[in-house]
Structure formats: structure tokens, C-alpha cells
């Protein structure tokens, strides 16, 4: 409960740190945009209100003046006022557009912008103070004053301006006096942001990104290492369940067969003494072999010291079968492949013997009664290849990585009734590893077991 709660707690600290960590990086960028977009508006403002800008405008002005005064007149139409406008803003652009870059370039700025000033609407009204619209009102690129054309959802509105002018225009009836209102409108759009901001902003999310990264692999790391505590914790609490088991029925017997020497009506029989001192000598060698096997098998494969010789493992392999067939039940029956490979396998033939008798001894603890063993030469990667087969109880896939583990016994509720301490294939894996081997398991619930031993030729 407690170790979910910390978990638990550590992840949502981790999100919120996320969290935080966005909301800066998003205020960031905010404060960039803002920086860069400030920066550009004073760009444009000093290069707009140049002299020479100055005098471009003044040529489309003039020119509308002279046209307005013409359609006063009659002489042309709105529709022709409103072109020669347009033509006359295409004529000069290539000029202004000239100027306005070689001015961003004094600025040395890294934005590359747009510009464009449009005309939003046009009216004049007469003396009585009648209004008549030449441009209605609009914000799109219909008349482009100065600058190129844009999206307008990318424009950003820079100011709106109108040029006001009483104009005297000399019709027919004599000089008469307009009031021009002619709106227009300036927008830039930065085309860059992506890269700028990206820039700008890199290595602050560089920095985030590994800051954040450490501190997942720091969480897994810790996480990782408690989980382990807690199984090694709960693998030492099963051995020493399962040695005090052990040794309590051979303390148990002794302390029987100590009463019955005591006993004064044993004392004068002879038989009863001497089988009191067997059972007394059995138990002593028992406890004897318990401890012995705690000490030995607890040795990892850098202690183990081999003393290696060159043998047939063949012939080495059908001896130890031959033995051990002496030990065991009749009832269980070993089938042998054991091919003449005529290689020598240069190792200690005393642990070896240990290791593959072990596998044996599980082989029969763990149900088998019908036992395989197999020997060949694997020419493909040059390894001398042992395997150990039964058809008992089987071992389920999920416990495969943890069974070579000091102290590791399969804790499902079957296995419960066979005595151990989870040393004997700990034990095996480190005397195989000891000769630069290795050793596998190939297993399933009730679908018997194998180990496959592999020992390189060359060692
Ligand atoms: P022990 O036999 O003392 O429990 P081992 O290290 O020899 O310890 O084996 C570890 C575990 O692997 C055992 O608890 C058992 O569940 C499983 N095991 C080993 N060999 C076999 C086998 N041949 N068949 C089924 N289970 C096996």
C-alpha cells in the first residue's frame, strides 16, 4: 500500500513538475513574441517615416488628387478613379519596397517581415456637407497603397491613418471645396516566427527536455531499486522459513534419540543403544549436508576455483548416468542421446558433475519420472550442448527469469510441498558460468522442463 502511495505520489509529482515546467516555457515564448514583434513594429516605424518614404506617398496622392478632380468634373468614372489609383500604387512600389528592405537591413534585425499599407475607405463631402463614398469600407488587399500582399490573418495592424484635405476642384459651377477622407491602414507580418522562436527558445527546451528526462530515469532507477529490496526482502524471509523447516525434523529426531540414551532401560539394551547412535550419526551427517549445502552453494562463480582438466564428455556423462541410476527409484527411467563427438571439453569434471546432478535431483523433486538427458556439439557457435529433460510439473514462463536467483523457489501454491532452499540451480548457473557457459530453461505449467547447458569449446 505504502510503496503504491509513493509511486503514486512521485508520479503526479512528476506531472505536475511537467506542468510547471510548460507553463514557463509557454510565458517564455509569449515574452519572445511579444520582444520581437515590438522590436519589428520600431523597425517599420523609423524606416516608414523617412523622408524618402515620405515623398513616394506624396506621388500617389498627387496623382488621386489630380484623378478626383477629373471625376468632379465628369470627365472620368469612379471605377477609373479608383484604377489609376491602383496603377499608380503598382508603378512606385518596386521603389518603395527598395528602400523599406535597404532600411531593414541597417537594422541588422533577424525577422524578415511583409508590409503593406491599404486603403480601408474613401469619401468626400461637399460644402452642404453631403458624403458621397468613392471606397467603402474594407480591410482587405483590394488597393495596396505600398508594400506586398498577405494573408490578412497573419497581418498584424502596425496603424490606421487618415488623410484629411479640403480640396478646392474648379468645375463648371466655379471653384467648389471637397472634404477628402481618405483612410488606409499599415499591417506587417513576420514571416519567420517558427525559426526565430525555435532559436530563441532552443535551448532552454533542450535544457527541459534533459532536466525532465533525469529525473524519469532517477524515479525509474529508485523505483527499480525498490522493487528489488523488497524481493530480496521477501526471498530472505522464505529461506529462512524454509531452513528453520528443515532443520527442526532432524533436531527433532535428535533430541528423541537423546532421551531414549538417557533412558536407563536402553542403556542395558544394546540394540536399542546402538540404533540410537545410527539415527544420532544419520541426523549429524544431515544437518551436516544442510549446512555444507548453505555454505558451498552460496558461492558465487568468481570464488569458484576450478581445477580443469581436458575429458570426454561422452563417456564422463554415461559414467555419472550409470552412477546415478544406483541412487534412484527404479521407477524413474533415464533415456540417453549422447553423441561421440570426439571433443574434449577442458573443465573442473567434479563441479560439472555437481551442476548436472542438481539438475537431475529437480528433475525427479519437481515430478519427473521420465528423465532425458542429451549431449552434442553445437558447430554453430562451438559450444558443447548438455540438456537435462523430465516430464514433472513444469515451471510457468513468468518464473524463468527469476529461478537462477540465490534463494528463489517457485512460490505458487503446488510447488509449496516440495522441501528446498533455493540454491541448487543458483548453484548450477554460477559453476556453469565459472566455465564461461550458460545455462537456459524451457518450460511451461505441466509441460515437463528442460535446461540446455552450453560450455564454449574453447576455454
Ligand atoms: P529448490 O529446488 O531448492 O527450491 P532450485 O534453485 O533448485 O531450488 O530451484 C528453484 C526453483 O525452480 C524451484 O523452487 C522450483 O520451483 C523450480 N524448478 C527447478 N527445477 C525444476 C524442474 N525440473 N521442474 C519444475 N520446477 C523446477
Do not use: C
Not at 410 to 439: F, M, P, R
Amino acid at each position: 500500500m505504502k510503496f503504491k502511495l509513493l509511486i503514486a505520489i512521485s508520479i503526479l509529482t512528476l506531472i505536475s513538475l511537467v506542468g510547471i515546467q510548460g507553463y514557463l516555457i509557454y510565458n517564455s515564448y509569449e515574452l519572445k513574441h511579444k520582444t520581437i514583434t515590438i522590436d519589428a513594429r520600431n523597425a517599420i516605424a523609423r524606416i516608414y517615416t523617412s523622408p524618402k518614404i515620405d515623398s513616394i506617398a506624396w506621388l500617389y496622392r498627387n496623382n488621386f488628387l489630380s484623378n478626383l478632380e477629373a471625376y468632379k468634373n465628369n470627365e472620368i468614372s469612379k471605377d477609373d478613379l479608383l484604377d489609376s489609383l491602383q496603377e499608380k500604387s503598382k508603378e512606385i512600389n518596386p521603389g518603395f519596397l527598395e528602400i523599406f528592405n535597404e532600411g531593414l537591413k541597417t537594422y541588422d534585425a533577424d525577422f524578415d517581415i511583409q508590409f503593406k499599407k491599404i486603403v480601408t475607405a474613401i469619401s468626400v463631402s461637399d460644402s452642404l456637407g453631403t458624403i458621397e463614398t468613392l471606397y467603402p469600407e474594407k480591410r482587405n488587399d483590394t488597393i495596396i497603397l505600398l508594400g506586398s500582399s498577405f494573408d490578412q490573418t497573419d497581418a498584424l495592424l502596425i496603424n490606421n491613418s487618415t488623410w484629411q484635405k479640403d480640396h478646392d476642384v474648379t468645375t463648371e459651377n466655379g471653384i467648389e471645396t471637397f472634404d477628402l477622407n481618405f483612410k488606409s491602414s499599415i499591417f506587417m507580418n513576420i514571416t519567420n516566427w517558427n525559426s526565430l522562436l525555435i532559436r530563441e527558445l532552443s535551448t532552454l527546451l533542450v535544457l527541459s527536455t534533459l532536466l525532465f528526462l533525469f529525473v524519469v530515469g532517477l524515479l525509474y532507477y529508485s523505483i527499480q531499486n525498490l522493487l528489488k529490496q523488497k524481493r530480496v526482502a521477501e526471498i530472505k524471509t522464505d529461506f529462512i522459513n524454509n531452513i528453520t523447516h528443515e532443520l527442526k525434523t532432524p533436531l527433532s529426531t535428535l533430541s528423541l534419540a537423546t532421551k531414549t540414551l538417557t533412558n536407563n532401560y536402553a542403556k542395558d539394551n544394546k540394540e536399542i543403544f546402538s540404533d540410537a547412535i545410527q539415527v544420532i550419526e544419520r541426523q549429524n551427517t544431515r544437518l551436516q549436508n544442510l549446512i555444507d549445502q548453505v555454505l558451498k552453494s552460496s558461492l558465487g562463480y568468481q570464488q569458484i576455483q576450478l581445477q580443469k582438466e581436458p575429458f570426454n564428455v561422452t563417456t564422463f556423462l554415461d559414467d555419472l548416468l550409470n552412477d546415478y541410476e544406483l541412487t534412484i527409484s527404479k521407477k524413474i527411467t533415464i533415456h540417453r542421446t549422447l553423441e561421440s563427438t570426439g571433443m574434449l571439453l577442458n573443465g573442473d569434471t567434479f563441479y560439472i558433475s555437481t551442476a548436472i546432478i542438481n539438475l537431475l535431483n529437480n528433475s525427479i523433486k519437481y515430478g519427473g519420472t521420465t528423465l532425458k538427458v542429451g549431449y552434442f556439439l553445437d558447430t554453430k557457435d562451438n559450444n558443447h550442448t548438455i540438456s537435462v529433460a523430465d516430464n514433472g510439473i513444469g515451471i510457468s514462463v513468468k518464473y524463468h527469469k527469476h529461478i537462477f536467483d540465490k534463494f528463489y523457489r517457485v512460490s505458487e501454491k503446488d510447488t509449496h510441498n516440495y522441501k528446498g532452499l533455493g540454491l541448487g540451480l543458483y548453484y548450477t548457473n554460477q559453476i556453469i558460468k565459472a566455465h564461461n557457459g550458460t545455462i537456459n530453461v524451457a518450460s511451461g505449467t505441466n509441460e515437463g522442463t528442460t535446461f540446455i547447458v552450453k560450455i564454449p569449446v574453447s576455454i
